[in-house]
């Protein structure tokens, strides 16, 4: 689906020129900018200067066509930098992704984009590349990466466009205030997508994961914001498959997927992990077998980059590390058992002050139900406990459970009721809840012409 237009250049002072390429999708959102990816290769078998694009994006102009009008974009020159080049090494390849500037602002459902670069006297045009413009129509997202687990939290949202004919997969990129809507693939039919966690930031190797059918695993591996190649897709070995947590990429750019797998009868089935290194089929090694689905799978990375999975169950929460040996099975270290009455709901991971007993970082805030309302109480990732279970209304069914640090979690109930200690709100539609670095809440919902939509949430007695 992507238009590729590629071009030979050629210099005297060069042994053999490098191969410039240029690709942009052609579905574009309104109000979103627009960016091209370049690829600069030495094809030869000696090393090659070229011009610098990062540094003189000015080399590279945008010709737009569109409504009518014809206009002309261009980035303007970074000063000081006018002699900078790349070397390239014989067989190397350097990527830049340029974004065309003022493109956010066209109004307009066709545009006809063309480039020429102007490090050769004269410049040389790349072919047209024709694009069609359209308001996103968000059908499922991924928005948990907003609210994920120190270390691991990002503001990247994977989501699926419907168009009228197709569904297409697409990644939000934040940088600052401005966000980037990037197509990514086209889905043989929409459904949930799932973006990775990992500890290396937005830069380094994720993926995005969905199933089709009842037992089909897709896989989009990303490097950056950049697909890594098509897709993948497995047919796992159960006639039913279910995502059960987030997956994680860990250090070594291994893939992990919680999946849960019924059992043939009953409510009872197994929590497994389906594993995949590269374009290798995946491995799933069994966690645990359980009586019923558990209430909640939360996967993350440890500081070091290894992951672990937390399993809340009624009367338990327990913490699943990864073995040495892989086919071993998991290691299991109990964090908290049912007691007086009290069953557990959800947990979350969040920054714990250091006290004079704790010296603070990364812990458990658990919400459990009491007798006498909800209770949420920290404790470490060894599931030692740092503090007395504080109680709030219990309002029916947790849907999330968020962190503040020292002040009170908000507890976000299924009929849109917000309570933070004994402050409320209404929230409405379906969405996420994080929080802002000066401990503010913000509610993050899936919008027509959005995609995403923060509003900032206001409490009242």
């Given at each position: ?32 900018p ?98 069609k ?6 059908v ?23 168009a ?16 980037y ?48 190649g ?11 498959v ?52 558990p ?14 999975i ?30 007086e ?47 007395g279970?504080?109680?709030v209304?219990?309002l ?15 507890l ?32 993050h ?17």
């Open positions: 689906m992507h238009l590729l237009a590629s071009l030979v250049l050629c210099q005297l002072a060069w042994a053999q020129a490098p191969r410039f390429s240029a690709k942009i999708h052609p579905l574009q959102f309104s109000g979103a627009m960016v091209v990816d370049i690829e600069v290769q030495n094809s030869s078998k000696e090393p090659i200067k070229v011009p610098d694009l990062a540094l003189r994006p000015d080399l590279v102009r945008f010709g737009l066509s569109y409504a009518g009008r014809r206009e002309r974009r261009y980035n303007s020159p970074a000063t000081g930098h006018e002699d900078a080049e790349w070397t390239l090494q014989a067989g190397d390849i350097r990527e830049l992704r340029l974004e065309i500037p003022g493109s956010s602002g066209i109004q307009a459902q066709a545009v006809t984009v063309t480039m020429q670069l102007h490090h050769t006297r004269p410049p040389t045009t790349l072919d047209p590349m024709k694009l413009l359209t308001s996103p129509q968000p499922a997202a991924d928005m948990s990466g907003i609210a994920a687990a120190p270390g691991c939290r990002n503001p990247d949202v994977a989501w699926v466009h419907q009228d004919d197709a569904a297409y997969l697409v990644l939000q990129h934040q940088v600052g205030e401005r966000r809507q990037l197509t990514l693939a086209e889905l043989s039919e929409p459904a949930q997508p799932w973006l990775s966690h990992s500890r290396r930031d937005t830069l380094g190797e994720r993926s995005i994961v969905w199933l089709t059918g009842s037992r089909k695993l897709h896989i989009l591996r990303l490097r950056g914001q950049r697909a890594r098509d897709a993948l897709a497995f047919d796992l070995p159960w006639p039913k279910e995502v059960a947590g987030q997956p994680v990429t860990d250090k070594t750019g291994t893939l992990r997927i919680p999946v849960w797998v019924p059992a043939p009868a009953g409510d009872g089935g197994e929590l497994r992990v389906a594993t995949i290194s590269g374009r290798n089929r995946p491995t799933t090694p069994r966690v645990v077998r359980l009586d019923g689905r209430e909640q799978v939360l996967s993350t990375l440890n500081p070091d980059g290894s992951p672990i937390i399993v809340v169950s009624e009367d338990a929460v327990d913490a699943y590390t990864q073995p040495d040996v892989p086919e071993l099975p998991w290691p299991r270290r109990t964090l908290w058992r049912t007691q009455g009290a069953t557990a709901l959800r947990v979350a991971l969040g920054t714990y002050p250091p006290t004079s007993h704790d010296t603070g970082g990364t812990a458990i805030l658990l919400a459990t139900r009491w007798p006498t309302g909800v209770g949420t109480q920290w404790m470490t990732m060894q599931g030692t406990s740092l503090q279970p504080a109680l209304p219990d029916g069914e947790l849907q999330q459970v968020v962190p503040r640090g020292e002040d009170w979690p908000a976000l109930f299924e009929d849109g009721t917000l309570v933070v200690g004994d402050q409320q709100s209404g929230l409405s539609g379906t969405g996420i809840l994080a929080t802002t670095p000066s401990a503010g809440l913000v509610w919902t899936l919008t027509q012409d959005g995609p995403v939509r923060d509003q900032p949430v206001k409490l009242s007695r």
